[in-house]
């Protein structure tokens, strides 16, 4: 089956302000001819070009038609995609929309997107406009990872580390509390809660919902609170500064 198809009427819609830029950055990536020429030069292409015209793909699966391993893993990656793929009238394919690159100037096409270092996901997204190939993605990863200065402008912050506490050996040795609508005081050994309704947060009330809390389980000998507890409620911050002394 001839399926011959012109990449640029497939453009029919005017195209926007972005979508101008992301063309004219994608053409100066690589040129037409040089595609064409390329194109005419890569074996793989032109047995997918003879299947897209003959309809006959079994052809170029076959373990014998591909001499190297990376020439059959394109034609398996180009014949996944068959129902997609067209000939244009220069004889370059295209998948949808988008030009096929040959395998020659792949990595020139990935090294010119990434001239700016705007990071993995600017690059591929550059690449994915009008251009696509096999592996493309894993090409882009493997440039902008080795890329130092991609390296310094986009590398994650560190996560910051995990802090565990043990669990105390006694129940309400040591308690966690916290204000919602009410006054939350947890013991961390059996993780039991005490829900105290308080009208306010101020020391006088909260201490006295503490005192009721002790005076049914024991003293606690460490009260734990979270730093925005903390600030928000003054008598959280003298709590903490009481812990494993007794009163």
Known sequence: MNNPADYLSRHARPATGKEEQEAKETEEYISLAEIVHSSQQDDCLQLVKQAISTGNWKSIISPEVARTEE?????????????????????????????????????????????????????????????????????????VQNCPACQTVSAPDRPAPIITEDIPLYPWHRASADFGQMLVVMDDHSRYPEVEIVSSTGAGETIAKLEKIMATHGLIRELITDPLSMDKYGPMICIRRTQNTER
Request: net charge positive; hydrophobic share 40%; proline share 3%.
């Open 71 to 143: 020439a059959r893993q394109q034609l398996k990656s180009l014949y996944h995609v068959k129902d997609e793929l067209a000939i244009t009238e220069d004889g370059c394919i295209l998948r949808g929309a988008r030009l096929v690159i040959p395998s020659r100037l792949t990595q020139q096409a990935v090294d010119l997107a990434h001239c700016s270092h705007q990071g993995m996901v600017k690059t591929k997204s550059h690449l994915r406009a009008k251009v696509w190939f096999p592996s493309l993605d894993v090409m882009v990863e493997n440039t």
